[in-house]
Every structure is written in structure tokens, then in C-alpha cells.
């Protein structure tokens, strides 16, 4: 199984003790205890230790982990602040890919900014209504960031991942596929 480790912040990882600079793809077994030790680069952002028991899905206010298909298993770590009075939204977080942007401008209910980002031919072919109904059925999204495909998994609220694909036409979103897993 591949472990893939997501920050949204600068930082080293120390997994099982070893130094990682970045975790795209790193082997594990689905049974192995895995400690990962997250060292932000940042001075305002402390560390801390995230323990994984195998592929079980884990979600706190630090991490998220979530098995994708037989294959995959992705960790997504937030920033953990100094500041223990006052609000950290208006800290930045790392860029998004293109389909979670549109997954997220659809989910925060701005389908008119989404479907701006739909090619012609895609908008000639679905409406604003169909858009947003693609989605509906989805709480999360997970970018395959670790390759130079355009995959990402949905995420349905009962934590099944359904894997799926898109295309690019003058850099807007042609198509969008669900891919066989």
C-alpha cells in the first residue's frame, strides 16, 4: 500500500524515525503502526505526532487519513498554531489543485463561479443544476497529487472513495470520468 502525505503548511516528516523532506509515495503494509512526526518550518506552528494503526480511516482537528481503494492511503495534515485565543482562518493554506477548487466553489454553493471554470463544450453539454448534482452526493475530495494524472477520488458520506478522472481543454475542465478501480 502507498502512504501519501498532504500538508498544508512548509514542513519534515519524521516516519518511523526516518527523515522525509516529502511523502508523495511511501510503501507500507496495510497492518503496520506508522508514526509520523510533523516538523513545520514555520516558527508560529508547532509540531506534533500523528499514529496510524494500519489503513484505518482517522480524522481529527490535526489530520485526516483515509484509505483510497486497495492501493492507496492518504494522510492530509493541517498546521497546529501558537495561538490559543483568536481565530486561525485567516492564516493562508497551500493552493489547491483545479477540480478541488470546483469541487469546493460547488460545496460552498458558488456554481456560478464553478461552471466558469467548465469549457464550452462542457457547458454546452450540462447545466449550473447539473453540476451541482454531480456533487451532491460527496462531503470530500482527494487529489492524486502523488501523480501526473488528472485523478482524483470523491469521497460520499458514507466514506466510500469512487475514483475518477478529468480532462483539460485550454485550461478549463472538459470532462469528468469515473475511472475503473
Known sequence: MELHI????????????????????????????????????????????????????????????????DDHYLLTLAPRYMIVYGSADKQSTATSGRITRLFNLVKNGDVNA???????????????SDLAAFFDDYDRIAECYWDDSAKFYLIDKNGKTHLHSYTLKDEFIDNIVECEE
Request: charged residues 20%; glycine residues 6%.
Open 114 to 128: 464553478a461552471y466558469a471554470m467548465l469549457s464550452e463544450s462542457l457547458r454546452a453539454t450540462i447545466g449550473k
Open 6 to 69: 498532504k500538508s498544508e503548511f512548509d514542513c519534515i516528516y519524521f516516519i518511523n524515525g526516518v527523515m522525509y523532506e516529502r511523502v508523495d509515495s511511501l510503501t507500507m503494509s496495510e497492518y503496520d503502526v506508522v508514526y509520523i512526526t510533523v516538523l513545520p518550518l514555520k516558527h508560529t506552528l508547532l509540531p506534533y505526532t500523528v499514529k496510524l494503526n494500519g489503513a484505518d480511516n482517522v480524522s481529527d482537528e490535526l489530520c485526516s487519513g483515509l484509505r483510497l481503494g
